[in-house]
């Protein structure tokens, strides 16, 4: 790695600077390890830089993407290294800087001061729901914030949305031209997944057996989830819910599942690196979120042919989950709904799992969504050398 070097030399390839905060084990830090890892050499160079040297991806990495650190002393440049960035973007002059979650900021920042022939491309991270309640109910604080987002997603030269519905989203917010908004699903590496998938591990509990993947946080409805299952207790005596993951809800959540009577149908299994051979070896996966961007790990279960109960909230579970293919899609915040579709699911013939795997290989497969990225990319490359 190097936090300073010189630029690659590709001849007529088009070169890419890559930034986000960390490459850790993320939704976001998965997505732009495919997309630097498999996009095509013989159009474009590579760069990515981080903040920090850390991170499960970072290292995982081709050893043909130089990497460079961002790194402050001060803790909030440390957040923010628009210093060290622009030093960067002036160095190597790429012909895009492609950033996500706060380094879009970082880079939205910059934007008026990168070279004439450097354009920016942000993929929208954040919930862009969230943004808009706060322009209008948030605190000051948070005004600030969400006006702060929405200035820099206007700077940039081409917005990535994950999926059609918040590309709407940025459309009504923003009210920029449709052709600078462009939808581009996460990447699944099937093999890898299905790899993962086949470690030993003891049967979830349950007939039927749920698993849930996520933080237990107020985006991921755990509560409405333990009031369905209150709700479906009669229809359901020997259903179990896996949950996997930690955050601030749990002693909450734990508490409200006592209060409901169901905390015998429930396991708090904790973070766990892994969770894909449980999700594998259950008979349904849930996710009662409220808001989601792109779920990774409802993306997961259909890589392993696990039928899906998830809501239809803001975001794109609309796009990944077929009714009655490759599972059920039911309203928000609605335990009755949900309790409803568990019994539904349980009772109904069992859907087909290898017609899952091959309905998610078909739409969601890295090579199809790099591809894509890769034509996007190219396309934006060289339109910028026309002008």
Known sequence: ???????????AKAKVLFVIPTLEHGGPDRVFFEVISRLDRARFTAELAVYSRTGGYLQQLPPDVPVHILRRPSRLWSRYPVDALLRLVWRLRPSLVVATQSSTLT???????????????????????????ELHTGTTKHRVAARLSCATWRGADELIAQSDYMREELLGLLHCTPQRVHTLHNPIDLQRAQQLASASVARPAGSPSFVTVGRLSSQKGLDVLLDALAVADDELPDAHVTIVGDGPDRKALEARAQRLGVSGKVTFAGFQPNPLPLVQAADFFLLPSRYEGFSNA???????????????????????????IDGWLVPTEDPKALGAAMVEAARSPRLDRDAIRAGCGERFRAQRIVGQWDELLRHLTEHSARR
Request: net charge positive.
């Open 107 to 133: 880079a939205g920042l910059l934007r008026r001061a990168f070279p004439s022939g450097t354009r920016l491309v942000s993929r929208v991270a954040n919930d862009v729901g969230s943004v808009q309640r």
């Open 1 to 11: 790695m190097a936090e300073d070097g010189a630029a690659m030399s590709g001849g």
């Open 298 to 324: 409802v993306l997961e279960a259909l890589a392993l042919g696990t039928p899906a109960v998830v809501t239809n909230c803001p975001g794109a579970n609309r796009d990944m989950v077929r009714q009655g």
